[in-house]
């Protein structure tokens, strides 16, 4: 099993920019694929990226592409979100997430999840 800590979040102006980082425990974690989601009070959780074990191959939600950037250390057992031009709709609670597939996207079986991290975005 692999467990998952984010951090980086935070209030930033709109059009600013921040990185979340989540940080992974366990000697598995790159055979894991990555992603992150996040949660709007009053709305569903829903994917935002994903990154394949092997770093291969990205899944962007339409709403982040061009904006948000994913990406992964397999040797300090990170994963980040690179988040730019940061919009009031971004405000949401982002949680990383793993799965032990070689390829995943929205509609995968996420089975472990991190305790999440607050994004606010003023405008």
């Known amino acids: 099993q692999v467990q998952l800590v984010e951090s980086g979040g935070g209030l930033v102006q709109a059009g600013g920019s921040l990185r979340l980082s989540c940080a992974a425990s366990?000697?598995?974690?790159?055979?894991?694929?990555m992603g992150w989601f996040r949660q709007a009070p009053g709305k569903e959780r829903e994917f935002v990226a994903s990154?394949?074990?092997?770093?291969?191959?990205?899944d962007y939600a339409d709403s982040v592409k061009g904006r948000f950037t994913i990406s992964r250390d397999n040797v300090k057992n990170t994963v980040a979100l690179q988040m730019n031009n940061l919009k009031p709709d971004d405000t949401a609670v982002y949680y990383c997430?793993?799965?032990?597939?070689?390829?995943?996207?929205?509609?995968?079986?996420?089975?472990?999840w991190g305790q999440g991290t607050q994004v606010t975005v003023s405008s």
């Open positions: 997430a793993a799965i032990p597939t070689a390829v995943a996207g929205p509609k995968s079986s996420w089975n472990t």
């Open positions: 366990g000697r598995t974690f790159s055979v894991y694929s």
């Open positions: 990154m394949s074990w092997r770093g291969t191959s990205t």
